[in-house]
């Protein structure tokens, strides 16, 4: 009986994240921070003068929704 061929293993992943996984993530960042200036700037201005208006607890509160949305949206795909 001949022996069996050894088993290949892919290398080791680096907890390291790529630059490349980095520039990719900035882009898709500054898209979709230009969409809506781009699509609508009456909105878009519209926008900015009510978030003016809000106080800084609601601010943060929104800062957190969206801290927390892209923390579970990278435990998903992780």
Partial sequence: MAPAPPVRRPPPRSSRVES???????????????????L?????RRMFEQLLQLQDGQI???GLCSLLAGLALLWLVA
Avoid: K
């Fill in 20 to 38: 490349g996984s980095w520039l990719t993530a900035l882009a898709l960042v500054l898209l979709a921070e230009g969409l809506l200036p781009f």
């Fill in 40 to 44: 609508s700037p009456g909105g878009w």
């Fill in 60 to 62: 943060r509160f929104f």
